[in-house]
């Protein structure tokens, strides 16, 4: 099967890459650049590398408390992308949308906080907390400090052979003692797109808090949070043609009223006096301290070009290079997918191993063609344990990947077979 993905009308990759200045690059050699390390970070667009720098160039100034022109533009340009954002995923209220450094600090922001409310809501010895085995360290780290601090005990979701989440222990695992259940919408090493609606409706059921990792997902899926039903969802910018240092936690109001804050300082206060202080409504009371301005202006504009190509042309992309990928790679003997080899409920990820070849190795040789793909545990150690291996190589795939990078990547393996003589 072909699926030429370039010969789409509505969708065209080669008119999207002009785009992104780096995939113009040629490499050591004179070789182009094959980017396949997307789930790692995406590129930019030229229209979001000039948002920020115009940003720096004319309109500088610190927001929410510099009384001058600038200062005006530059908040009107900061709040003006948390607009955008809680639209693009759907966000019931611009003021659910907390700006953080990325994923890890909103993960952990909300392990943090939920680790200090008193009331019905503590955590304490006898309460569970579930994750899953196929969690970014990003999703577990925070709950293992939490359990640390509190006495709670951590369970999780297995995984099947076929790398999709066991649900068969479902009612068990999410019970009575449950009061947080965190997963991953889309596996970065596995490439699985979990069923978050029965986990949701579970959890709900025994008044347990939903928290999802979505930094894989709101790259490349239509999100709409008002109908997901979780009770936060963490993401971060630079996946999804945005800058890096900033990151996105969304939380439905009316828990993050009941929150205590995260960092303490300037503007996430209502007033300060020498014994005690008050903290302002959210967003501010979890944004301490001068914002990541010209990355959310970033953010901002990554959202506007998302958005003018529409997120079901890019999931429809991200399908058809995922399932044409799949193909392709079977067709490499000795080699082996770890996560689904059908391109159903699945993302752009694939990790896999060759037979004989350390995945260090196999990137150092693509690297020398030109060709960029991950190796190592993708910050994701339990699922390699999962699967018994070390390591994996992981190829992942965005909006601007052609069919032509995938078939470079499996001739280039077929030279790296060669190569290492297996
Ligand atoms: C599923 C998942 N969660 C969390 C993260 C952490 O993202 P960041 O490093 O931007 O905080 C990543 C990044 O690879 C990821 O893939």
Known sequence: MTVSTESASAYDVAKIREDFPV?????????????????????????????????YAMHNANVARA????????TAAFEGARDKVARFVGAPSRDEVVFTKNATEALNLV??????????????ASSEIVITEMEHHSNIVPWQLLCERTGARLRWFGITDDGRLDLGALDELVNEHTSVVSL???????????????????????GA????????????????????????????????????????????????????PFLGGGEMIATVSME???????????????PQIAQAVGLGAAVDYLESMGMKAVAEH????????????????????????????????????????????ISQLLDSQGIAVRAGHHCAKPVHARFGVQSTARASFYLYTTTAEVDALVEGLEHTKRFFKV
């Not at 978050?196 to 959890?203: G, N, Q, W």
């Not at 969802?233 to 993050?256: Q, S």
């Not at 392709?328 to 391109?343: D, F, H, M, N």
Request: aromatic fraction near 6%.
């Open 111 to 124: 392990a943090h906080v939920l680790g200090s409310v008193r009331g019905s809501r503590q955590i304490g």
């Open 23 to 55: 995939l113009a690059r040629r490499l050591d050699g004179d070789k182009p650049l094959v980017y396949l390390d997307s789930a790692n970070t995406s590129h930019k667009p030229q229209v979001v590398i000039d948002a920020v720098a115009d940003h």
């Open 209 to 260: 808090l939903v928290v999802v990792d979505a930094s894989q997902a709101v790259p490349q899926l239509p999100v709409d949070l008002g109908s997901l039903g979780a009770d936060f969802v963490a993401f971060t910018g630079h996946k999804m043609v945005g800058p890096t240092g900033i990151g996105v936690l969304w939380g439905r109001y009316d828990l993050l009223a009941e929150l205590p």
């Open 318 to 361: 991200e399908r058809a290079i995922t399932a044409y990928a799949l193909e392709r790679l079977q067709e490499v003997g000795g080699l082996r997918i770890v996560g689904p080899t059908e391109a159903v409920d699945r993302g752009g990820a694939i990790s896999f191993e060759l037979a004989g070849v350390h995945p260090h190795d």
């Open 67 to 74: 009384m001058h022109q600038l200062g005006a533009e530059a």
């Open 276 to 290: 005690r202080s008050t903290y302002a409504a959210p967003p501010s009371r979890f944004e301490a301290g001068t």
């Open 184 to 206: 991953t919408w889309v596996s970065n090493a596995l490439g699985t797109v979990n069923p978050l609606a029965p986990i949701i409706e579970r959890a709900h059921e025994v």
